[in-house]
């Protein structure tokens, strides 16, 4: 049974440039989640995906924006790429509907730098 | 963003010992997590709690959901070098239907030396 997987595993970008940053959630579940890690810090909501709708958003600009497809994997897309924008990036996931507190489960993250 | 109070930064004990680490909050919430992270890879789950005063255990790691719902503590004992990692404790204010956000604390680093 595969976990959250992301994709790539490391990224290197130029300042002003865009990423794109990929997910797919644990088997059997739906709802995604990203979450920024600074060096040093907890991990920061940035977003959660349901039904291919953004549900809530956390104190991001609109720079950082997203989607989620049928098959429930999603994309995390940062545009205008600043130097602190350097994180790493985690996707988690969860199954709603089992209870509307059901743990998530995170992936092993994307590497941002950005130079 | 908010973030939860944890502290020490860090944590050095003797392999065999016990810790523990509190995590505060000036807000409530009304589940508790506690998650573990090692280097290169994402926060692992260790311990859900989801009612005020409850104490739930998974092998020797013991945590328990504060009476104010504004605090937790994780409990590891006879500690082993595998448990050296970064601490998170994470709170989530959900409401029935909706899904919502955790909120993270800073992270505790534990060292445990041989």
């Known amino acids: 049974d595969a976990g959250v997987t992301q994709s790539p595993t490391h990224l290197i970008k130029t300042r002003g440039q865009q990423v794109t940053l990929r997910c797919s959630p644990k088997?059997?579940?739906?709802?995604v989640s990203w979450y920024q890690q600074a060096l040093g810090q907890g991990p920061q909501f940035i977003f959660q995906y349901y039904e291919e709708e953004e549900r809530q958003r956390g104190n991001f600009p609109d720079r950082f924006s997203g989607h989620q497809f049928p098959n429930y994997s999603s994309e995390l897309n940062v545009n205008a790429l600043l130097l602190g924008d350097s994180a790493l990036y985690l996707c988690a996931s969860r199954r709603t509907g089992i209870a509307y507190n059901s743990p998530l489960h995170f992936g092993n993250g994307t590497r941002l730098t950005v130079t | 963003g908010q973030q939860l109070n944890q502290s020490p930064q860090s944590m050095f004990i003797q392999e065999g010992e016990d810790v523990s680490m509190n995590c505060t909050s000036s807000?409530?919430?009304?589940?508790w997590l506690w998650y573990k992270q090692d280097p290169g890879e994402g926060p692992v789950l260790l311990i859900a709690l989801y009612k005020a005063g409850e104490l739930t255990s998974n092998g020797r790691l013991t945590a328990q959901f504060g009476i104010t719902r504004k605090d937790s503590f994780l409990n590891i004992s006879a500690s082993i070098p595998s448990d050296v990692g970064i601490y998170f404790c994470?709170?989530?204010?959900?409401?029935?239907?909706?899904?919502?956000?955790?909120?993270f604390g800073k992270g505790i680093t534990l060292s445990v030396r041989p």
């Open positions: 807000s409530i919430f009304n589940t």
């Open positions: 994470a709170g989530q204010l959900t409401i029935p239907g909706a899904n919502s956000k955790l909120t």
């Open positions: 088997s059997g579940h739906d709802t």
